[in-house]
């Protein structure tokens, strides 16, 4: 069984930044792709950043240059930094595992206010 705990989520005003985290309960950390997507009130969920295993990344238009994704083999963690967070950045996010199957963490929530 593959647990998935993200960590980081609040309330930032715009402008601000958040770094999330989400670990991995499982040594298959390094050898799987990792994503962050979120989903907003009223909105399906959709991709925010990928990262394989090799290290190559992935992210949506609406946060090139402003999220970094980035993970640490070693403590089996995946994390988000996102800067110059904006109102509609608002949402609940979620951390994704893909290994043989596609696997969530429970999701932890930002808070964007302007």
């Known amino acids: 069984q593959v647990q998935l705990v993200e960590s980081g989520g609040g309330l930032v005003q715009a402008g601000g930044s958040l770094r999330l985290s989400c670990a991995c309960s499982?040594?298959?950390?390094?050898?799987?792709?990792m994503g962050w997507y979120r989903q907003a009130p009223g909105k399906q969920r959709e991709l925010v950043a990928t990262i394989t295993s090799g290290g190559s990344t992935n992210y949506a238009d609406s946060v090139k240059g402003r999220f970094t994704i980035s993970r640490d083999n070693a403590k089996s963690t995946v994390y988000l930094q996102m800067n110059n967070l904006k109102p509609e950045d608002t949402a609940v996010y979620y951390c994704n595992l893909v290994f043989t199957g596609n696997y969530w963490g429970q999701g932890t929530q930002v808070t964007v206010s302007s």
């Open positions: 499982r040594s298959i950390f390094s050898i799987a792709d």
